[in-house]
């Protein structure tokens, strides 16, 4: 940091295995790609090579290599999973792991209809020589899984080896754990939780107002997904308290009490906004 303040929440040192950031990219250019390691690299956990774009990304072994020298750890999207398996190439698509040496890969089933059993076969399989991360969730809006069915799948792909399991958003942010106007499916999400190990889950969050809802419920170390590249800095703020939306959730009382001594009545409403979020 540039400098110090107190009452900021304490972020883990990378490698990290909570309060993950993954960037989405989606055909950045090695310059862009230098740009965004220079300005937030360290704040960047993984990097997902968005749906299908290592397919059609001009020097991907060189932006793969930018990344993992800056301590990113780089995975293509679970489509580009999803668009081997519809061809039963599965075997060439472990060549493409080798191939670019990414130690890290997604089992997804969003675009295509996937066995469950299969897909932890695929889980257990990949995770013979490599980390896996697998999705759950649909892709498509008005598809309706109920949380009964997202708990067991959590489960039991957690059981055949993935590290974590992401909770589909989409880039978006209306489909899965989100209603289509952006909002979060509040009683999903709670039900979810109260069987599945928060840390184990990667939130898709593309939206401020996602991330500022997860960041309230579960704290400064949620894992986070899906996030813009530009918006990386900003939500490591929202993360530290260090934006309006999370202002207050890790100032002491006395402090807050203080604002509202000097400031009247808008400080007041500030702190019961804050009492609301404990």
């Avoid at 892709?139 to 708990?151: A, D």
């Amino acid at each position: 940091m540039n400098f110090k303040l107190t009452h900021i929440p304490k972020r883990p040192e990378k490698p990290r295995d909570k309060g993950i950031t993954m960037v989405m990219d989606k055909g950045l250019s090695l310059r862009q790609a230098e740009d965004l390691i220079e300005s937030a690299g360290n704040n960047i956990d993984l990097l997902k090579l968005g749906f299908g774009t290592s397919y059609v990304t001009n020097n991907l072994a060189e932006k793969i290599k930018l990344y993992e020298q800056a301590n990113i750890r780089v995975y293509p999207g679970g489509t580009l999973f999803e668009a081997f398996v519809a061809r039963k190439k599965f075997n060439e698509y472990r060549k493409f792991l080798d191939k670019y040496q990414l130690e890290l890969c997604e089992v997804s089933d969003g675009s295509i209809v996937l066995e469950h059993n299969e897909k932890c076969e695929f889980i257990k399989k990949l995770g013979e020589d490599r980390t896996v991360m697998s999705e759950v969730g649909s892709k498509e809006q008005g598809i309706l899984i109920s949380p009964g069915k997202w708990i067991k799948m959590m489960q039991r792909e957690l059981e055949a080896g993935s590290w974590k399991v992401i909770a589909e958003g989409r880039e978006s942010g209306s489909v899965g754990i989100f209603r289509p106007n952006g909002a979060p499916h509040t009683l999903l999400i709670n039900k979810i939780i109260a069987k599945v190990d928060a840390e184990k889950i990667l939130w898709e969050a593309p939206e401020k107002k996602q991330q500022v809802w997860f960041i309230n419920l579960f704290g400064a170390n949620v894992n986070l997904g899906n996030i813009a590249p530009h918006d990386v800095v900003p939500l490591e703020c929202l993360r530290l308290g260090l934006r309006g939306d999370t202002f207050f959730n890790y100032l002491p009382d006395k402090i807050v009490d203080d604002l509202q001594n000097q400031e009247g009545e808008s400080a007041k409403i500030r702190k019961e906004q804050k009492q609301k979020l404990s």
